[in-house]
């Protein structure tokens, strides 16, 4: 999945970051209100996550535009303010769930997927489809049975298309859902990602359909 962090305290967002990339997900980080808004601007993300006091304003009113725009990626709010006021304010003005700081990095995942399986309206992560069972907080995959070892961007490739099967991704879109801002990727990397993932699903019912020109999409038969 890929996540937004918006943290001014670069040892803390170093942490979260290296953490959250060992998961296999990517992650970008904006140090301050403009440059989050620019990211937002810029892609899509399955997960925000919002510290309250930053350099050049208050998280709060990100939230607050960021709702007002009907944009609907689920926000967690990192604080450091304990006040049971502060949390309302936050909950209030959008946010699906909150964090005070200093808090263990095992607890922030656990929120993060309680939070998406939520904002899904799933009770559960796991996505089942042509033969193939996906857990993609796990990273795990299995096809007919069988346990499929798959890398960290093929996976991610994987969610991708199956959170959309029979919609047609160009190599941009894709480019933008696999690798972070500070990728420099040559568009022709999503060829190799893709050809790996479709022998992995040669046994599925499932197949990448290639529209010369225009990009990729998930058929099932």
């Given at each position: 999945?890929?996540?937004?962090?918006?943290?001014?305290?670069?040892?803390l967002?170093?942490?979260?970051?290296?953490?959250?990339?060992?998961?296999?997900?990517?992650?970008?980080?904006?140090?301050?209100?403009?440059d989050?808004?620019?990211?937002?601007a810029?892609?899509?993300?399955d997960?925000?996550?919002l510290?309250?006091?930053?350099?050049?304003?208050?998280?709060?009113?990100?939230?607050?535009?960021?709702r007002?725009s009907?944009l609907?990626?689920?926000?967690?709010?990192?604080?450091a303010?304990?006040?049971?006021?502060d949390?309302?304010?936050?909950?209030?003005?959008g946010a699906?769930?909150?964090?005070?700081?200093?808090?263990?990095?095992?607890?922030l995942?656990?929120?993060?997927?309680?939070?998406?399986?939520?904002?899904?309206?799933?009770?559960?992560?796991?996505?089942?489809?042509g033969?193939l069972?996906?857990?993609?907080?796990?990273?795990q995959?299995?096809?007919?049975?069988?346990?499929?070892a798959?890398?960290?961007?093929?996976?991610r490739?994987?969610?991708?298309?199956?959170?959309?099967?029979?919609?047609?991704?160009?190599k941009?879109?894709?480019t933008?859902?696999?690798f972070?801002?500070?990728?420099?990727?040559?568009?022709?990397?999503?060829?190799?990602?893709?050809?790996r993932l479709?022998?992995?699903l040669?046994?599925?019912?499932?197949?990448?359909?290639?529209?010369?020109?225009?990009g990729?999409?998930?058929?099932?038969g």
């Amino acid at each position: 999945m890929k996540f937004l962090l918006v943290e001014d305290s670069e040892a803390l967002a170093h942490a979260v970051s290296s953490r959250m990339r060992q998961d296999g997900h990517v992650i970008d980080h904006a140090a301050n209100l403009a440059d989050a808004r620019a990211f937002v601007a810029g892609t899509e993300y399955d997960l925000i996550l919002l510290d309250i006091m930053l350099p050049d304003g208050d998280g709060r009113a990100f939230l607050k535009q960021h709702r007002a725009s009907d944009l609907d990626t689920p926000v967690i709010v990192l604080t450091a303010r304990s006040q049971v006021s502060d949390r309302i304010d936050s909950l209030d003005l959008g946010a699906d769930d909150y964090i005070t700081k200093p808090f263990d990095h095992a607890e922030l995942e656990a929120r993060c997927r309680a939070v998406l399986r939520r904002t899904s309206g799933q009770a559960q992560t796991t996505i089942a489809m042509g033969g193939l069972v996906f857990d993609p907080v796990a990273g795990q995959l299995t096809v007919r049975g069988q346990d499929v070892a798959l890398r960290n961007r093929e996976l991610r490739l994987l969610e991708v298309f199956l959170n959309a099967p029979g919609q047609l991704f160009s190599k941009q879109k894709l480019t933008d859902r696999l690798f972070s801002f500070d990728h420099d990727v040559s568009e022709n990397a999503i060829e190799v990602y893709v050809g790996r993932l479709r022998k992995h699903l040669e046994q599925s019912d499932l197949k990448i359909t290639t529209f010369r020109g225009l990009g990729y999409r998930l058929d099932h038969g």
